[in-house]
């Protein structure tokens, strides 16, 4: 599960991280630190010559066959496991991969009726390239819109405290097979997923206030102090 997230890093850096040419421009959009569906984000792909480029789109992939711009069901994330045969996804899957930039994701801890939220991020500190899926709709009077969908897998190491699933946040070695850069088969595709990350996360608690959309600033990534008998390892 992966339905907030903050990108607040600067583009000159995400250039620097993705390997995005100096001729590829970056988008005109505002850092944020409460990232949710239906709202715009960067993605990275490769563009017609076959090089990285920045794009904007919509969190919530709208297949091309869709006949209106919004789906009856989720499709903020993308269980890896069916991805290649579930018909919202496969094409995508098939042309359409992307990573998705994230500084870090957020998820809430349940113990009963208690729901603590907190922000996961890489212990290194960079930005994580999560994989994703993207697609181009267009509606008979000519609207266009692009979207795209974060992929999870099932949770690894600390994150496994937190939910059972976790955003397939991938290992930059891996990227260019991601991105079709190199060429695999669906089964190679398949095992970079299952390798994705998770040992190498840190993750604290964060104040309530995130649970809101609306709520959107620096302040929502500090660290809040946790009850002792919270029995997270952290």
């Known amino acids: 599960m992966c339905g907030r997230a903050r990108l607040s890093t600067d583009f000159a850096e995400l250039r620097i991280r993705f390997a995005i040419p100096p001729e590829q ?63 919202a996804f496969r094409d995508a899957f098939a042309r359409r991969r992307c990573l998705v930039p994230f500084d870090s994701f957020y998820e809430w801890r349940t113990n009963g009726r208690d729901k603590q939220p907190y922000a996961v991020a890489l212990a290194s500190g960079e930005v994580m390239g999560v994989a994703g899926l993207w ?46 850069e190199e060429p695999a088969t669906p089964g190679e595709l398949a095992a970079v997923l299952a390798g994705s990350g998770g040992e190498d996360m840190r993750l604290w608690p964060v104040s309530r206030a995130v649970g809101n959309v609306r709520n959107d600033s620096p302040e929502l990534i500090a660290p809040v102090p946790l009850p002792e008998q919270s029995g997270l390892l952290i």
């Open 25 to 87: 421009p970056a988008p005109n959009l505002p850092a944020r630190w409460n990232l949710a569906p239906m709202q715009d984000s960067v993605i990275v792909h490769l563009n017609e010559a076959g090089r990285r480029m920045f794009d904007v789109a919509r969190w919530s992939l709208l297949p091309s066959w869709a006949k209106e711009p919004k789906l009856p069901y989720a499709t903020f994330n993308a269980k890896a496991d069916g991805i290649a045969t579930r018909p």
């Open 135 to 180: 697609e181009t709709w267009r509606s008979p009077e000519g609207e266009t819109i692009r979207s795209f969908t974060v992929i999870t897998t099932a949770a690894r190491g600390v994150v496994a405290q937190l939910h059972h699933r976790m955003p397939a946040v991938l290992r930059p070695e891996a990227w260019p097979r991601w991105l079709g």
